[in-house]
C-alpha cells in the first residue's frame, strides 16, 4: 500500500528518515527539471538541489497540506527562489539596461508542438543567465514583470524588455532547429 503526500509530510516533519527519502524519492526528478531552467551548470544544480532540500526538510514543520499538488508546488518555490539565490550571489546573472542592448527584431512565435520537449528545454538553457531567468519565471512560474522585477531587484520595463529579447532568441532558435532537422 503506498502511504500518502499527506503522510509523508506529518511523518517528516516528526524527523522520520525513510519519509524524507520517499519524499526526495518521489520529488527529485521533478525539482531537477525546475532547477535546470535556471541553472545550467551541473556542480551549481547539485548545490541549489541540496541546499533547497535542507531548506524543505528544516521547515516542513511549516507547510501547510492544501491539498494534491500543494507540497510539489510549495518545493518547487522553494528551489526557484534558492536558485535565483545562487545565481544572483555569484554574479552571473547580467541585467543589461534597455539602452545596452542592440534591438532584436521581433520574431513571430513559431509552432513547438513538433519540437521534442527536451530541444526546447535545451534552447532555453542556451539563453543568457538574465533572460533566461526572467522567461522562466514569467512563463513557468506566473509571475508578473512588476513581481519579477521585485524579486530580482530589476525595474518593470527592463523584465519586460528580457523576455521580450529571450522570447525572439528563443523564436530564432526554434527556426535554426526546424532547418537542421528538415
Given amino acids: 500500500m503506498s502511504i500518502t503526500e499527506k503522510d509523508l509530510v506529518r511523518k517528516a516533519t516528526r524527523g522520520d528518515r525513510s519519509a524524507m527519502a520517499d519524499l526526495y524519492g518521489r520529488n527529485i526528478g521533478y525539482l531537477t527539471a525546475v532547477c535546470s531552467r535556471y541553472v545550467s551548470s551541473d556542480d551549481d544544480r547539485n548545490d541549489v538541489l541540496q541546499t533547497s532540500f ?12 492544501r491539498g494534491a499538488g500543494s507540497l510539489r508546488a510549495w518545493m518547487t518555490r522553494i528551489v526557484v527562489n534558492e536558485a535565483i539565490r545562487q545565481l544572483k550571489s555569484q554574479a552571473r546573472q547580467e541585467h543589461i539596461e534597455e539602452q545596452n542592448i542592440p534591438d532584436i527584431a521581433d520574431e513571430d512565435e513559431p509552432e513547438t508542438d513538433d519540437i521534442p520537449q527536451e530541444a526546447i528545454q535545451n534552447m532555453i538553457r542556451q539563453l543568457p543567465d538574465g533572460y ?17 522585477a521585485e524579486m530580482l531587484g530589476i525595474t518593470e520595463s527592463t523584465s519586460a524588455s528580457q523576455f521580450h529579447r529571450a522570447r525572439n532568441m528563443l523564436a530564432k532558435k526554434i527556426k535554426e532547429y526546424r532547418k537542421t532537422i528538415e
Fill in 54 to 65: 535542507v531548506k524543505i526538510f528544516s521547515s516542513i514543520g511549516n507547510f501547510e497540506y
Fill in 132 to 148: 533566461r531567468t526572467v522567461f522562466n519565471l514569467f512563463v513557468f512560474e506566473e509571475k508578473s514583470h512588476r513581481e519579477i
